[in-house]
């Protein structure tokens, strides 16, 4: 337990951010945590106002010790330097360490690897400026030091930076389409999200690229918002589903189709040292690619998947 008099006014979470020497954001997630309290009340929000003279109590919760499982897999590198890493995520590997979750995560494998870490998120989001659901694959970036971290962040929040995905969906489009709608937890089904009333604002882009004759579909998604599941719940509205997503509705067999197909195709940013506009295309991995190869027109595929051109296929805003 620590505690200290303020000598001066204005929101706890600036106060503590100067004392501690810590982001806004770590000083947020102890607040969050019911780590703080002023004057022996428990503080809940971070824009609570302290007066000079006020008392601040706060601590830090204790780290439990997870027991990492034997690493035995690697993960492609697509880009490293002094600030940012990108990787290219494969399938069945989760993000971060949860309750949950008792396999090695992305995370265990970077500190395997000894890669330097930011530590914004906390001890077991080191480095996670983003993530990616457990079975989708490509380019994912992990910033390595606080200050790329807050930067990439912001870019999330203002578009400078994004991702193009690619998917197999098992019925084509009408057309290219935009689904602008909340998203939500299913209230019957604590594994799926859903369209709800109440849930956060979530917008997609879907554009048509290539098509077989078994009425399977390649398409390309935008993101406008970062929601869980978005692609997969927004395709769901329009009735369409990813090969392999038998969670939102596609009737398939797993020993047929092994995983959901879609891939974070094309990462692009702008780096946080330099200011240099940055893409970097994540390689779709042999499932996908051997799918593709048997059923579709190659040299669509391929004008369709130009990284230089994909960019222009969504017109619609």
């Given at each position: ?20 020497d ?15 309290s002023?004057n022996s009340?428990c ?9 000079e ?20 897999f ?17 399938s069945?590997l989760v ?6 979750v ?15 870490l ?16 457990k079975?989708t694959?490509?380019?994912?970036v ?6 790329a ?5 912001l870019q999330l ?5 994004g991702r ?6 098992d ?6 389409t935009?689904?602008d ?7 019957k ?21 290539a098509?077989?004759?078994y009425?399977?579909e390649l398409i ?24 392999g997503?038998?969670?939102y ?8 189709i ?5 891939h ?5 940013l702008?780096?946080?040292k330099t200011?240099e506009?940055?893409?970097?295309v ?6 996908m690619?051997d ?5 579709f027109d190659?040299?669509?595929v ?16």
């Open positions: 337990m620590n505690s200290f008099q303020t000598t001066s006014s204005g929101r706890i979470d600036k106060i503590l951010a100067q004392k501690l810590v982001s806004r954001n770590q000083v947020e997630k102890l607040v969050k945590d019911g780590l703080v002023v009340k503080i809940s929000k971070t824009s609570f106002k302290v007066l003279g006020d008392e601040v109590v706060y601590r830090f919760k204790e780290a439990q010790k997870r027991v990492v499982p034997p690493i035995d690697d993960v492609e590198v697509l880009y490293e330097d002094d600030y940012l890493l990108v990787v290219n995520k494969p069945g993000v971060h360490p949860a309750p949950s008792k396999e090695p995560t992305l995370v265990d494998w970077l500190i395997h690897k000894d890669i330097s930011s530590t914004i998120s906390g001890e077991e989001r080191h480095g996670i400026v983003h993530r990616i659901d079975e694959t490509g380019a994912l992990v910033a390595k030091t606080n200050e971290h807050e930067k990439l962040s929040q203002d578009k400078s930076m193009y995905y690619l998917a197999l969906i019925c084509p489009l009408k057309d290219d935009i689904v709608k909340p998203i939500g937890r299913n209230p089904n604590r594994l799926k999200m859903d369209v709800v009333p109440h849930g956060k604002t979530a917008k997609t882009a879907f554009v048509k690229l098509q077989t004759i009425d399977v390309a998604a935008k993101l406008f918002t970062g929601r869980t599941h978005q692609i997969r719940v927004h395709l769901n509205t329009l009735g369409r589903h990813i090969l997503d038998d969670l509705g596609f009737k398939t067999k797993r020993d047929k092994a995983r959901v197909n879609l974070a195709y094309l990462l692009y702008v780096h946080p200011g506009k940055m893409e970097f994540a390689p779709l991995f042999d499932d690619t799918y593709i190869t048997k059923y190659q040299e669509i391929d004008r369709k998947m130009n990284p230089e051109t994909m960019g222009t296929l969504f017109t619609l805003k």
